[in-house]
């Protein structure tokens, strides 16, 4: 398998993942760290105890929902 093939697959992996680590939630929502963290305050979304963000949170904010504060 070659790497770009292997990058094209974990592209699309982010796309059915519930939750999403810091660096794939930047690519996920097109946003640089610093953009991120402070979209993810202005709505008020956070990482999990474990250090996750909930991808439905993020689809909320990019659509420019407000978020239920994590809580569904």
Known sequence: M???ETL???GIALCFKPYLK???AMIYCNLGRTQLA???EDHRIYKTSQGYYRKVDLDK???G???LLNGE
């Open 22 to 24: 810091p660096e794939e």
């Open 61 to 63: 904010m990019m659509q």
């Open 2 to 4: 070659k790497k770009d």
């Open 38 to 40: 402070k979209k993810c």
């Open 8 to 10: 094209v697959m974990r």
């Open 65 to 67: 929902k407000p978020s």
